[in-house]
Nanobody
Framework: QVQLVESGGGLVQAGGSLRLSCAAS????????MGWFRQAPGKEREFVAA????????AYADSVKGRFTISRDNAKNTVILQMNSLKPEDTAVYYC?????????????????WGQGTQVTVSS
């Protein structure tokens, strides 16, 4: 099993940047595909970005492509979501997720473990 803890959320003005971190427990972090999802009030959870366990292949939602970057540091058991050029529509709770031997999966159904989430608010 793996436990996930997100951090780095907060309030930022439109056009600004935030860096979200997801710290994972356990000694087999490198074998997990990792994803970021978000959920805005009144909306369903949606895919943001993902990175595979092997080769660190990445995938992004069209809405964040070119603005967000996902990366991982296996030595630190951490996955990072760098968010630039933030927009008010990026406001949501952001969740980190993990899937053993996972590819860069965009479906939330593929992930077995989830963090508690971190709030990101972008003001206009």
């Amino acid at each position: 099993q793996v436990q996930l803890v997100e951090s780095g959320g907060g309030l930022v003005q439109a056009g600004g940047s935030l860096r979200l971190s997801c710290a994972a427990s356990g000694r087999t972090f490198s074998r997990y595909g990792m994803g970021w999802f978000r959920q805005a009030p009144g909306k369903e959870r949606e895919f943001v970005a993902a990175i595979s366990w092997k080769w660190s292949n990445t995938a992004y939602a069209d809405s964040v492509k070119g603005r967000f970057t996902i990366s991982r540091d296996n030595a630190k058991n951490t996955v990072i979501l760098q968010m630039n050029s933030l927009k008010p529509e990026d406001t949501a709770v952001y969740y980190c997720a993990a899937r053993y031997w996972g590819a860069a999966d965009s479906s939330s159904d593929e992930y077995h473990y989830w963090g508690q989430g971190t709030q990101v608010t972008v003001s206009s």
